[in-house]
Each structure stands twice: as C-alpha cells, then as structure tokens.
C-alpha cells in the first residue's frame, strides 16, 4: 500500500493569520513545526494501518516548508516547486510507483468562502472559482484530478469549515479539525500534542480506505474565475482557450481535469504576474 500526502499549511494546527504561512517570517518558523506535526501524525497513523510507503508531497507556497529532519524515517518528501500536478504530483504515476489512496493534510476553503485563510491558489486576487457551476476549493479541484487516476482521497485535515467542504468532494473520507473557524484570521485552536493523536487515529482507520478504483472521467469540466480586477480578467485571457464573459470573470472548458488543472495554474501564474504592489 503506497499512500500520498498532498500537504498543505493554511490548515495546519496553530495557523491563523498571514504571517504563519509567508515563508521568511518569524511565525513562518514558529508554524513549520506544528505543519510538520500534523504531515508526520498522518505519516505515523498510515503506517500504523499497514502502509508499505508514504511519500508526501510538499504543496504550500515555495513547497519548502516542511522540517524533513522531523519526519518518520520510513517516509519521503517531494518539494520545491515546477511539477506537472502541482499540489497533488505523484498520483499519475502506475506500476510500482502507483498510489493507493491521498490524504489532503493542512488544507483549507476557497475564495470567497468562510474558513480560516480561506482562498484558492491566490491569496487575494482571485475571489472565487467554480466548476461546472459549484464553488471549488483547492480540495474540490484536485479531487477531480485524483479521481482521473482511480485514486480515492482517504483523509482531510484542517479547520471544521474545511471538514464540510470535504463531505461534498470526498465523503467516505476521515476528516479531522485541528481548529475551529471564528473569522479569516482567528480560530479556536488545539494543541499540537492533541491534534497529532487525533490525526494519527484518523490517518490509521483511513489507511483501509486505500483501494484504487476505475478512473472516473467526469469531464468536461467549464472552470470560471472571478478577480478582484478587471485587468486580471483580461491578462488571464492569454492563456489558449481562456475567454472572458464578464468585467472580472473569465471561463474554460477543459475535457479532463488533468488539463483543467494545468490551464488553472496558467491563468493564475498570468495573473500573479500582473498584480501591481499597490492597486492590485
């Protein structure tokens, strides 16, 4: 059994504000270890449901956030940055590579929904995504990806907000919260020791969870983005097949989410490249 962390900080124990997760900051560092906690709880519970492997997958910011040192042995760490399926890479692989089931650790809502440091990919700028209609957070749009490989999301950690999402993405999922959402930037937290049992717990029981199953190809799959600019919109418009159908919106169709997830990372490394310090 091979299990893949897809790991994520804004959900992490103790997060709550901006400064935790900006690599560089003085709380970045105070964070790194409790975001390592929470990777290495579900590494520890994994194993103690009989996995064989445990890579996980470094999906925040500069994706070098993680303290390997703090790991289990027995795991791998994938990070740095410029892989073909960004946050969820590793789960296209087949053969002995092949990946049983992923666990979304440390993750949390989309723009424009309650949550604590709710957001899609963009921290500010974009200010709402849906697919086929439905409000998407990050969790929601890789598990369209991973379902194109038959692999089941068996574990979700982050605020009790990010918990609900999960329910309409991966139901039969174990979902934990490490914190209670009070605003964007405030939260009721647990302890570190606490939220490290409970993971460990939830990640043992999902391990069973792990069974690959037939590709679902749910496609197409019409990806709308909403900005909080108007120049965004039209800069987003660069990427092929990306048109705009409102004054901050634009919209794709993509046949499978494997390339509705690589055009998302177009528009939005596009758009980053076009927000000004000052106005956006």
Avoid at 7 to 33: N, S
Avoid at 217 to 222: K, S
């Amino acid at each position: 059994m091979k299990i893949l962390i897809s790991a994520d900080m804004e959900g992490a124990t103790g997060v709550t504000w901006p400064a935790d997760v900006l690599p560089g900051t003085p709380q970045w560092e105070r964070c790194r270890a409790m975001f390592t906690s929470d990777v290495n709880a579900a590494v520890l519970g994994f194993f103690d449901g009989g996995a064989d492997e445990v890579l996980i997958n470094e999906a925040h910011w500069s994706m070098r956030n993680l303290l390997l040192e703090q790991l289990d042995e027995r795991a791998e760490m994938l990070t740095g940055k410029h892989k073909s399926l960004s946050m969820v890479e590793g789960v296209q692989h087949e053969g002995e590579q092949a990946v049983d089931g992923i666990a979304f650790v440390g993750y949390h809502t989309g723009a424009g929904a309650d949550g604590v440091l709710a957001h899609t990919y963009l921290a500010n700028s974009l200010t709402g995504v849906w697919i086929n209609g439905v409000r998407a957070s990050e969790g929601l749009l890789n598990s369209h990806v991973v379902a194109e490989y038959g692999v089941p999301v068996v574990l979700v950690t982050g605020d009790d907000l990010t918990c609900e999402d999960a329910l309409g993405y991966a139901p039969e999922a174990l979902k934990v919260a490490v914190k209670d959402h009070v605003s964007r930037y405030a939260a009721i937290c647990r302890t570190p020791a606490r939220t490290a049992a409970d993971i460990r717990a939830a990640a043992k029981e999902a391990a069973a969870l792990a069974v690959r199953h037939d590709p679902v190809r749910g496609g197409p799959f019409t990806v709308e983005m909403e900005f909080d600019a108007a120049h965004l919109a039209m800069s987003a418009t660069v990427v092929p097949g990306v048109r705009q159908h409102a004054e901050r919106k634009v919209k794709y169709t993509s046949d499978t989410m494997y390339e509705g997830i690589r055009t998302f990372k177009a528009v939005t490394t596009i758009v980053s490249a076009a927000v000004e310090e000052q106005y956006g």
